[in-house]
């Protein structure tokens, strides 16, 4: 008897013992998943954001590709929406008022345009926290004096600073773009299959948002809520295009430049690879190869 308990005998039931184990949780576990991957695609149940949630569209903008470039008319257009529209929630607190220029705006127009903006200050005498015209150094200024205040205007949700958010969101252009056109009642296969998906008093349906509900009312309402200076018409989709093309400047002022850097080195890359070759093929030009016996 004992020489049938041997080390490598008990070695075989616990690793027996640790399959049966195995299996055991792939079938009451991982297993069942399988019978929704055919149906979803997916090793999860299937939920409604699953379901209905959309994918940004794909625009054309001027800067896509590798040789693109800013349309300043578009940028203008576009910091248009935002101050009559956005900037009503929204800060941009990583732009100065001064970065302007790089949409074409000079000097005067700047400093005219920081002057209608009321950002915080301090009085000289006191010392005690005030407000004062904008100067052309200063940052776009939050609508909000503090997050309560901010919670209490948007049914306790933060409007987010809209500096970078084509940076902080997958797709960014053209998920602002999306977003700003994309609300809608919502259909009645979705509240026919999940109708634990109603949205909720304060909440907006938006297939674009993540979980489909979003805290934002729709900020785009009717053609013509903005009046370009170059007679373009402003329809709802010109205008979310517009201002997504701006938040994509605000968040990548250097995003030409860049390109355009990528393109020099690149150049320069392939000229110093043809230089280093041929200053190889003289070198090597006078050592003569081994004959073979």
Request: net charge positive; glycine share 6%.
């Amino acid at each position: 008897m004992r020489q049938l308990i041997t080390p490598r005998v008990v070695a075989f039931l616990v690793g027996l013992l640790f399959a049966i184990a195995a299996l055991w949780g792939f079938l009451t576990g991982v297993g069942p998943a399988f019978s929704t991957l055919g149906k979803y695609g997916r090793f999860t149940e299937p939920t409604a954001e699953h379901e209905f949630h959309k994918y940004p569209a794909k625009l054309d903008f001027s800067f896509n590709g590798p040789l693109g470039r800013w349309d300043t008319r578009q940028l203008q257009r576009g910091l248009k929406v935002y101050d009559e529209v956005c900037s009503a929630c929204h800060s941009l607190k990583f732009v100065a008022f001064r970065d302007l220029a790089a949409l074409g705006l000079n000097e005067a127009q700047i400093k005219a345009y920081a002057a209608k903006k009321v950002v915080p200050g301090i009085d000289p005498v006191t010392g005690e926290t005030t407000t004062r015209p904008g100067l052309p150094t200063d940052r776009f200024p939050s609508p909000y004096p503090n997050d309560v205040a901010a919670r209490a205007a948007n049914n306790n949700a933060i409007p987010p600073d809209l500096s970078l958010m084509t940076k902080a969101r997958h797709d960014g252009t053209n998920y602002v773009a999306s977003l700003l056109t994309g609300y809608r009642p919502q259909s009645v296969r979705l509240l026919a299959e999940f109708p634990d998906a109603r949205t909720g008093p304060g909440l907006h349906y938006n297939p674009y948002f993540a979980n489909l509900n979003i805290a934002m009312a729709p900020p785009l309402t009717s053609e013509g809520q903005v009046t370009y200076d170059d007679d373009t018409r402003a329809s709802i989709p010109q205008m979310a295009k517009d201002v997504a093309a701006f938040l994509t400047w605000t968040a990548e002022p250097q995003l030409v430049k860049r390109r355009q850097t990528g393109w020099a080195v690149m150049v320069f890359l392939l000229f110093a690879t043809v230089l280093a070759y041929l200053s190889k093929q003289q070198i090597w030009s006078a050592v003569k190869p081994k004959q073979k016996a």
